[in-house]
C-alpha cells in the first residue's frame, strides 16, 4: 500500500526556521495537504495543494514540494506551532493516505 | 459557519457492532464528498472511508473493507459509518470530515474502544 514518510520530530528554537518534510512516490503527481493537531483537539488544515494557505493561517506556514518531497516550512518558529503535522494525499485513486506525523517542539 | 458533530462512540467488546452517525450544518452537505479518518490513542491519523455526494460511490481502508460502511442520508444532513466485526485494533477516535481529495473542516471525533 501506498505511503507517505515523514520525520517523528523536529525540534526548533523560537524564531528558528522549522522544515517537515513529507516523501512519497506520487507525490510528483499528486498533491501534498497538511494538518496541524495540537494536543487534545481535531487537526486543522493549514496547507492545501502543496503551498496554498487557508484563510486565518499565519504567512509564516508555507509549503512547498519538488519531486517525491513535500516541505512545510515554519518561518520564526512560536511557542504556539508546538504540535504533530501531518501531511496527507492519495494513492493512484481515491483513497486518502496520512503520513505518519511528525511532533514540532519548540523551544 | 461549518459544523460537524459526531456521536455514537461507546465501548463495544470484540466481535460487536457499532454505528456512528456525523451531524452536519453551515454548508450544502448534498454537495459534498465525506470522509472518515481515524486516530487511535498515541498514534497518527488513519484515513478510513470517503463517500461520494450522493453516496452511489464508496472508499474504504483494506483494514476495514467488508466490514464498515459509510452512508449518508441527505435529507438530514447527516454521515453514517456502520461498524462491525470490531477488533481491538479498531479502537479510536473517529473524525468525520468534509471533503474528497482532502479533508478541509473536521468534527471534534467521538471515542470507540473495543475491548472485553
Known amino acids: 500500500s501506498y505511503e507517505l514518510t515523514q520525520p517523528p520530530s523536529v525540534s526548533v528554537s523560537p524564531g528558528q526556521t522549522a522544515r517537515i518534510t513529507c516523501s512519497g512516490d506520487a507525490l510528483p503527481k499528486k498533491y501534498a495537504y497538511w494538518y496541524q493537531q495540537k494536543s487534545g483537539q481535531a487537526p486543522v488544515l493549514v496547507i492545501y495543494e502543496d503551498s496554498k494557505r487557508p484563510s486565518g493561517i499565519p504567512e509564516r506556514v508555507s509549503g512547498s514540494s519538488s519531486g517525491t518531497m513535500a516541505t512545510l516550512t515554519i518561518s520564526g518558529a512560536q511557542v504556539e506551532d508546538e504540535a504533530d503535522y501531518y501531511c496527507?494525499?492519495?494513492?493512484?485513486?481515491?483513497?486518502?493516505?496520512f503520513g505518519g506525523g511528525t511532533k514540532l517542539t519548540v523551544l | 459557519e461549518v459544523q460537524l458533530v459526531e456521536s455514537g462512540g461507546a465501548l463495544v467488546q470484540p466481535g460487536g457492532s457499532l454505528r456512528l452517525s456525523c451531524a452536519a450544518s453551515g454548508f450544502t452537505f448534498n454537495k459534498y464528498w465525506m470522509t472518515w479518518v481515524r486516530q487511535a490513542p498515541g498514534k497518527g491519523l488513519e484515513w478510513v472511508a470517503t463517500i461520494k455526494e450522493e453516496g452511489s460511490e464508496k472508499y474504504y481502508v483494506d483494514s476495514v473493507k467488508g466490514r464498515f460502511t459509510a452512508s449518508r442520508d441527505n435529507a438530514k444532513n447527516s454521515l453514517f459509518l456502520e461498524m462491525n466485526s470490531l477488533r481491538g485494533d479498531d479502537t479510536a477516535v473517529y473524525y468525520c470530515?468534509?471533503?474528497?481529495?482532502?479533508?478541509?473542516?473536521w468534527g471534534q471525533g467521538t471515542l470507540v474502544t473495543v475491548s472485553s
Open positions: 496527507y494525499s492519495s494513492d493512484s485513486g481515491i483513497n486518502g493516505v
Open positions: 470530515a468534509r471533503g474528497m481529495r482532502y479533508p478541509d473542516y
